[in-house]
C-alpha cells in the first residue's frame, strides 16, 4: 500500500513537469507533490522525485488549511475545489513557492467524507514585487517580495475562478505564461486523484 501511495505521488510529480510551461518547473523539476492527513495534516505519502523542503513544508501548509477551515476564516472544500496559497507564515517557504492543495472524498455511510489533502508546490518564475523573480536584496517586509495569497479556492467544483486569477495575474510579470504551470498544477492534483480512487476502490 505504501509502495503504490508513493507511486501516486510519483505520476503527480512527472504530469507536472512535463504539463508545466516554465522551465524551471519542466527542466529543473523545481517542484514536488504529496499526500497529506485529513484533519491535521499529516504527511502520508511522498514520492521519490519531489524536493524534500516542499514535501516538509506542505505538511504545515495542509495543517494551517484544515484549521482555517474548521476556524471559518477559510471556505470548507467541496469536491472540485483546490486551494491557493503561497504564504511564507501558512506553511511556506518564499512567494514564488505556489502551493496547490486538493482534498479527496471517499463515500462513506453518511454521505461523502474528506479522506486526505492532495498537494503540491511548484515555483513560479515571478509572483510580484519590486524586482523581477521576487529575490531582493533591499526588500525589508514581504509585501514587496510579491504578490501574498492566503488560501483560497482557485478552482471552485472544477472550475477556475476566473476573478481571483484576475487579481493574480494583474500582480505578476508574463502573466499570460502563467496560465500554462496554472493547468499543470492543478492536472498533476487531478492524476493524483484519479490514481488514488483507483486504489481505494481496489
Not at 516554465?22 to 529543473?28: Q, T
Not at 510580484?128 to 478552482?155: D, I, N, Y
Request: proline share 6%; glycine share 10%.
Amino acid at each position: 500500500i505504501q509502495a503504490r501511495l508513493q507511486q501516486v505521488c510519483n505520476e503527480m510529480d512527472i504530469a507536472f513537469s512535463r504539463a508545466a510551461f516554465s522551465p524551471v518547473i519542466a527542466e529543473a523539476n523545481d517542484r514536488s507533490d504529496g499526500i497529506y492527513g485529513a484533519e491535521d495534516g499529516a504527511l502520508i505519502a511522498q514520492g521519490e522525485l519531489g524536493l524534500p523542503v516542499f514535501v516538509g513544508t506542505m505538511a504545515h501548509s495542509a495543517a494551517h488549511i484544515a484549521r482555517l477551515i474548521r476556524e471559518g476564516a477559510v471556505a470548507p472544500p467541496e469536491p472540485g475545489d483546490i486551494y491557493i496559497v503561497n504564504d511564507p507564515y501558512l506553511g511556506g517557504t518564499h512567494l514564488m513557492d505556489v502551493r496547490f492543495a486538493k482534498p479527496v472524498f471517499v463515500d462513506g455511510p453518511e454521505g461523502k467524507s474528506l479522506f486526505c489533502w492532495l498537494q503540491n508546490t511548484g515555483h513560479w518564475p515571478d509572483i510580484g514585487g519590486m524586482v523581477p523573480g521576487g529575490f531582493s536584496a533591499h526588500a525589508t517586509e514581504v509585501e514587496q517580495e510579491g504578490l501574498r495569497l492566503p488560501p483560497v479556492k482557485l478552482f471552485k467544483r472544477g472550475e477556475i475562478d476566473r476573478e481571483i486569477l484576475a487579481i493574480i495575474q494583474s500582480n505578476i510579470r508574463v502573466a499570460g505564461q502563467r496560465i500554462g504551470d496554472i493547468k499543470a498544477q492543478a492536472a498533476a492534483l487531478l492524476v493524483g486523484e484519479a490514481r488514488l480512487n483507483e486504489m481505494l476502490a481496489r
